[in-house]
DNA sequence: TCCATATTGTAAGTATGCTGTCAATCGAGA
DNA sequence: TCTCGATTGACAGCATACTTACAATATGGA
């Protein structure tokens, strides 16, 4: 721990988490799309597509939620994606304000063909740690990810998606 | 692991490494910026402030490499804390092509300033870990960060920074 | 019913982070 | 010395990620 006189040194950067965790977010971005360039699908479109294959007719506010994403972000996203024709938007019959999202065929089709490649990125990212430290640090970040859900500015709410399929409480 | 028949869902895109790292990554962003809310500053820029002070005269394209940051993305960030008066550019008297960074003063006292809320922010990530599972955690992330460096679009090249000083060997 | 409040999608503005490309410049070898 | 290839900073373009704001719409309570 650095005491108040302590000049700052690149070392202190170096070994700082946030600085850490934005290195491996460069680095997994990375391994993605160098895994997956044949699909040209980047990797919150893959986490959005997933999101409106499990939940079909979701709205765009509760798919931020779910794969907590920012709202304003994840509107451009849903454009991309619609672009390429791998989803559609249909007007709410309820709701006048929302547009629910669904999967095309070739959206489901995507899906499909690209799983091998997603996992083989998955694998790759933590590969050249020992198997017992994969483990170890995958249950660290699963939990601290966890601890500090509501720090983020779009905490994870999994359990969102389920109430368009009718408010019953 | 899941077999290739298994279809995707939400829980398979919550335990993936790359989402996990994108969820920290905007986690340590949206601490570090709480934290430092009265200076106006990101992490970017405060890395790149440490790094020209620690190399005072470096050029933009070694300042990419010290800090790993894209050299077309830093452009823009030189600009801004340019803006801010935190930096000065000067041509360089050997070679008309770069400008060589300095801090000003401003600068430097700003660097001060805010190394008490960098470091609070800092904790904060790890915080809500156990002692030791945050030592843990810190030992695999730095060993992983460095096992990838060539992985990333822009690997951390530290010892580019010593090139500016005159090439010796 | 009417109205204050909330929600939804969208947009503008800022900041990373990457892909290219380009002109100016530099450096090394013929 | 001349020229070719590399380097440098700048720019354009795309994609996240956040902020605020806004109009249309919905909802709940007086």
Known sequence: MPSK?????????????????????????????????AYDLTPVQYASLVSI??????????LSAVIAFDRSTLGSVIERLEAKAYIERKPSPGD????????????AALLRDIIPSVERAQARILQRLKPADRKTLLALLTQLVDLNNEASRVPLRAEDALEHLGRSG
């Not at 070994?15 to 997994?28: D, E, K, V």
């Not at 294959?53 to 509760?62: K, V």
């Not at 006048?96 to 959206?107: A, N």
């Open 53 to 62: 294959r499990t939940h079909p007719g979701i709205d765009a506010t509760r």
């Open 96 to 107: 006048k304000r929302t547009k629910l999202l669904y999967l095309t065929k070739s959206g």
């Open 5 to 37: 006189s302590d000049p700052i040194t690149m070392d202190a950067v170096y070994t700082a988490p946030g600085y850490l965790f934005r290195r491996m977010q460069q680095i997994a971005v990375a391994i993605f799309v160098e895994e997956c360039k």
